[in-house]
């Protein structure tokens, strides 16, 4: 997709962070946008920043996690705005922690969101836009942390990486039908995702509290804008990955080095 004028836009999570600026930066370049997000409050306020951009935008309560509240979104989606062109699963959640001490409420919460919420938006959406036969592009927002492990966040690295998973064989399968597949792999980005406990359901609280201290995530914090001005670019590149961190190669390297080095090691042997 080359231009976004029009076209309609689907973003979850589209209340705060990241998401609120795919929204806006979508609606500066015309789109009409759908925010899903479980924070009404956040996601009103957004929309009407977009709205003041000039364009229609229309806000669903979404739980993710949800098979039937994502159903409920698309439908609305279409009644609303006939199609839907670009779908940027992107709500998501952080939670810190070694996986020794992590809960079962801790797994259910995390690949409930991160990963399900993605697999939900792929099952609902991407056949209807198929059907549609016109061009599209599915943004799935991952994470460094889905390429890169790091002590204390297991949780997250294990969505995470079946999210990239995931995004790589979706931008094979999805070539025939003209529609694109991206997948954000940021580090740190200036958002609300340190707070991401303010949207864990009760049923999923930990009765003795957060599972663990937060780690040090590598990198510097981008501002929201800048990543969503890189998405947008790779979507009219049609690029699989948003590396959005220079600091990002470094570790990469290291890990393929290693992997490099089994290989070696075995033909020494
Ligand atoms: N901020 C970072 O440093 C960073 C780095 C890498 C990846 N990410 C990823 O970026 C994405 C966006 O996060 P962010 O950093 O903007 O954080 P954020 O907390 O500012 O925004 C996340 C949004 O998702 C919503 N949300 C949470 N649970 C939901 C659910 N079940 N259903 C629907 N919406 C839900 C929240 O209400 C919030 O509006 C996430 O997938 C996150 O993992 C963030």
């Known amino acids: 997709m080359d231009q976004f004028k029009d076209k309609v836009a689907v973003v979850t999570g589209g209340g705060s962070g990241i998401g609120r600026a795919l929204v806006l930066a979508l609606a ?6 759908v925010l899903a997000d479980v924070d009404e409050a956040a996601m009103d306020g957004v929309a009407r920043e977009a709205r003041g951009l000039g364009v229609e935008a229309l806000t669903v309560r979404t739980d993710v996690s949800d098979l039937g509240q994502v159903q409920a979104l698309a439908e609305r989606a279409w009644q609303a705005f006939g199609g839907v062109h670009v779908l940027c699963n992107n709500a998501g959640v952080a939670l810190w922690g070694g996986l020794e001490r992590a809960t079962h409420r801790d ?6 969101v991160n990963l399900w919420g993605v697999i939900h938006g792929v099952e609902t959406f991407v056949p209807r836009m198929i059907a549609a036969g016109e061009p599209g592009h599915v943004v799935n927002t991952a994470s460094m942390a889905g390429l890169i492990a790091s002590q204390g966040l297991g949780v997250y690295n294990t969505t995470k990486y079946a999210v990239v998973g995931l995004s790589e064989t979706l931008a094979k399968d999805l070539k025939p039908y003209r529609i694109g597949v991206s997948v954000l792999c940021p580090m740190g980005v200036e958002t609300r995702i340190r707070e991401s406990e303010r949207s864990r359901p009760a049923a999923l609280r930990n009765e003795r509290g957060p599972a663990g201290a937060e780690v040090e995530l590598i990198g510097r914090y981008l ?7 890189m998405v947008l670019d790779a979507v009219r ?29 075995r033909k020494k042997a």
């Not at 500066?28 to 946008?33: H, I, K, N």
């Not at 501002?223 to 001005?229: I, Q, R, S």
């Not at 590396?243 to 090691?265: C, K, Y």
């Open 28 to 33: 500066r370049e015309g789109a009409r946008v």
């Open 107 to 112: 797994w259910q919460w995390a690949i409930g």
């Open 223 to 229: 501002a929201p804008d800048v990543v969503a001005g």
């Open 237 to 265: 590149r049609n690029e699989l990955y948003v590396i959005t961190h220079d600091e990002g190669l470094e570790p990469l390297r290291r890990r393929f080095e290693r992997m490099q080095q089994s290989i070696a090691n």
